[in-house]
């Protein structure tokens, strides 16, 4: 086979419940692989937030909606000769498909790189996979499709096993169900056929209560295949794997039965003649007598992106060689640089992941978890044991006061055992702190636990063995509780001390974790991967590392409000700093992302991103380089910020920022203050301690319109807009509110989003976000466009010049956010935010401009005129960005779609063209293809 | 008042700390270089001696523990979680366990239910295991080239006894391990269905998974005492003659390397075709003149790929060696070509002869565990047996 001289990478768009950052890191991995192989890329894209879309990444970048007739021109114009269709997630997978369903391939002679589509069509289509699969002699779920109950009975009766129903044709599957009895069977199969329109229902095996078992598996066209990681869901079948507490390697099963189900993944991927990455679903009978394959899923994934993570093998990078047509066994080992990359990595430590999913923002949601997926985001921790592995989870969630010892005070677990255990403990996102409560009060035991669950009695062990272990940390040695995995928070909580007495103690013991390689091997070779995590074990031998390095604190777990587009700042932030001649060390914890993958910095730690873990990432530096290291807060949205009080308070200094400026920017008085001081307009408001001062407060504002925030914002939440007597009075009988308030006028006019770049002296916005929808629908939700339509440039310098002076003002150096409202010839200062934000990566696709780099730079000492920024508001470029939001609020029922100051949207889309009416309409019709 | 009904309900559900982790004492590992490590002891509480090799299996302990060709060894577990699970008595390989001892960073009781405990096996089978050993850090030092004597013993061993008796501990490759683990008699395992071609089998201490590979492709397979003579093992008049793996070092096993000098010698005359695996390979290897040397890091676990040679075909495989053949002229000139290499470092992993009637292989086809990728081997040796 020649290599392809140019090729075709479509990426997936908007970040959705389902579909997130996972594809920018293989997208990023594929471009990048394909660039040192010598091929030009020609990537499309309509998601301005991620690194892929950046031009040294994805080479000629077009953002556009992800339609046929969209891709069509693209090909037309650039004509690339090979498309990689395996790497941007179903969408990109389903519009290659359809690109070469309409022809459009052969007729401009792209031929598909990698997996075949035909092998695609057939991993897709779900009777022929599953004849495919029989054909091979490995189990599929029994099923029968029926037309009379008669007919129905006759399949339960010999499978005499719980059955799902699904009747043909009906929306959603009503009319559908499972059975345990005949008796069930038989009501079922009535309903199903009563409430299918044809009069047909699908009788199929229930798997439920399952185990269920992914192997991510890579093929190449010398029919190499192996498995790169086997991952075991702790939530049984009937929780969708991204909603699914998920452990790696497999942790309960004996040997022969790894083999057995490795081997039947390996022969679907064979017997598919797969050339890339795949993911294989298999449910195994809790006795471990028996199994069925699930699904397959034919190109990487959220899975292989969690398996690359855990085993420090980069499958979309290998997977796209692959798709070269270079084999396993003839390319370097990636991470130990040895001979192949054919070898299945060995682990000598356990990963675990959970979900991050957004019932924060929305209590009334439905937190029931099924089939349907309803996580944001996750989280990874890496350590030598299941159980600290755990615990270092649910830091990585960052769990705001909802740590391993959280317990909802609803449950009474400290006064009774719940009536009802099985309603108790029916799926949901608290069902780990509800097994956790039920265990430490003795209400129930770990057995009992298994049984109503399904849950995995090896799982239910380890939390029972935590459990106990947390009773004993009072009184214990310190190094024992650390051992085990307590964060200084739990600790500290537990001996009723401040979790800064607990690190103080640790300090003047010496006790800290020590940083282990992951290395794919187990220790068996010597590797250089730069891939860290923290373990209370022996130090290993380090390497010495010479250069000053500078920490970047990432994101974390994808939420609403704070997503893919931190994980773009964080790498971009790491590439800079790496291109300063210094060394980028990253610490995050999302397996998903691009900051994530070791070859995006020069060391990489992937930890929780709280105080404990910050700060013993910085003290490793601190002994590894001899200097200490400079972090860099302002790229890892809130999460990042959040650190800064502890982080000044540990007498470490922050690139660019102080706590100070922090504050002041967080605390709505004293923002006020300096707005006066500066003669900068802000919204009148004053503070509310309760109902009556509130009312009193509006009453001084001239009353509603009026928007309440908490004084101490974070991340938006619990914010209000209150335009009627009724909202008030909802809002006062309805909220949980955090006094004081700080409520303010709601201000009538164009609200901006203004990055400001600072070096301490000067300052420059390169670019001023107009946000389209009436203040009070969040910036994250509004419809955005830049440069400013509705907005005169002398206007637009007024309030770039007030950015600026507030940056100055903080003392910032680096980057700063200003959210304002112009009205009329005033201009409103609403809130600065002293990091970057969601708009960063717009601004830098607008205008074309690294904006991080630049920012970074500045915050740790250039100038403005050093990193080539001219002071003062950058001049329009000849394109108008207009960004639309897109949301997976489809996904969640019981969310209203209403918008307001609560952010709802997940991910966005960008249109670019040298008309604003033009880019909305590409906007729109980006959006418009996710659902949007 | 309900609520009041359920303060005083009795609370009888079990505590969760009633389920203990299995009795332990405290213990120590002690290396010949000076290394000390203390952890808890599990299984017996007798000391023992052995050299140490570390594996990368994250599953399969049943089979390790039980497998002949760790004899005199004491087995690191690189992953850090064993025991999890109950091991069923078919899975393990031989009908006694053979590696002297465990590390291992923690020991897990599993779940109850059929099988046994790892820890049961231990009890059974007489030997410890060290627990709360951060066995990455001893996989490190070994890999470094440690000395690998050492001694898990009760903790009230004191440090400089324990290194002593690692020092004087009698080395691995010094001992006939062989006629240790293998057969004395003569055995038959019968072929699953009808029978297809009988295999006389040289057992140096042969796994369980050999055997029933061969006995499902409907190999009736003779076993034979290490020590047969050629004449013996003539006289079975079979299809094929299968050396098997076993532990040990095979330069220091003559009569056996002569025995199956011979055996080549008929087999490229016409005679029975051969087929070894692991000290059966090395076996032929030696027979044909060629020399085997100690691996700096023994090959144990289940995830090294191997490069079928003559198909460019990759497999990856279960590996359990500490040593190797050295890919020398004396292969060459003995007729014979490298027909398997691992791709990680090289080390040869298979033979063939150019007449086609021999065949050998460094891994296990047969896995227990890890995969059996490469079970092909098998199918052409029963091709060739039935040629």
New interface residues.
Partial sequence: MTAPSRVLVIGSGPILIGQAAEFDYAGVQACLALREEGIETVLVNSNPATVMTDPDVGGTVIICPLTIEHVTRVIEEHRPDALLPTLGGQTGLNLAVALDDAGILERFGVRVLGTPLTAVRAAEDRGGFRDLVIGIGEPVPESAVVESLDDGMRFVEVLNAPIVVRPAYTLGGGGGGFAHTAGEARERIVAGLAASPIGQVLVERSLLGWYEIEFEVLRDANDTTIAICGIENLDPMGVHTGDSIVVAPIQTLPDPLVQRLRRCALKIVRALKLEGGCNVQLAVAPDGSDYRVIEVNPRVSRSSALASKATGYPIARIAALIALGKRLHEMPNPATGGNSAAFEPAVDYVVVKLPRWPFDKFPTADRSLGVQMKATGEAMAIDREFGSALLKAIRSLEPRGRGWLWEDPAWQLGHRRPHDLESFLAPTDTRLWRMIGLLRHGRTGAPAISAVTGIAPWFTDRLAELVEAESRVVGAPLLDAKRIGFGDADIAALSGVPPVAIRRARVRAGIGPAYRRVDTCAGEFPAETPYFYSSYAEAEVRAPAERQSVIVVGSGPIRIGQGIEFDYCSVRAAWAIREMGLDAVVINNNPETVSTDYDACTRLYFEPLDTESVLDVIDHERALTGTPPAVVLTFGGQTAIDLAKDLAYADVPIAGLTAEAIEITEDRERFAGLLDELGLEGPRGSLASDADSLRASIGALGGLPVIVRPSWVIGGRGIAVLRTPLDLASYLTTTEIGWPLRVDALVAGIELDVDVISDGTDWCVPGILEQVDPPGVHSGDSVGVLPPQHLSRPMQERAAEAAGRIALALGVRGILNVQMIASDERVVVIEANPRASRTVPIVAKAVGLDVVAAAVRCALGATLASVGLAAGLAEDGGEVAVKVPVGSLWRLPGVSSELGPEMRSTGEVLGLATSASAAHALAREAAATHGG | MP?AA??T?P?T???????LASFSSPGLLALEGGMVVRGALHGSRLAAEGDLV?T?????W??ILTDPSYAGQMVVL????AG?????RG?LESSQVHARGLVV??M?????GPGLSLNDLLVEGGVPALSGV????L??HL?GGAARRAVVAPAETTEDVAIEMARSSVAWDTVDHVSAVATRDPFVVAPVGARRARAVLIDYGVKRSLLVALASRGIEVVGMPPGSSHADVAAVNADIVVLSPGPGDPSRMSPQIATVRALAADAIDGGAPILGICLGHQLLALAAGAETRRLA?GHH?????V?EVAT???D?GAHNHEVEVIDGPALAAAGYRVSHRD????TVEGLVHGSGRIASVQFHPE???????AARVFDRALERALA
């Fill in positions: 609520i359920q303060q309900e609370d559900t079990p505590a969760a700390t009633e389920r570390f990368t299996a994250a599953t399969g049943g089979e690189t992953h850090p979680m999890s699970y109950r091991i069923a899975e960073t923690r897990v009781d599993p779940p109850p951060d066995t990455r850090a996989t490190l890999r890091v676990g289940g995830n090294h790929a490069l460019g075909r990759v990856i791709l990680n470092d090289g896995g227990a565990p890890g995969p059996i990728d």
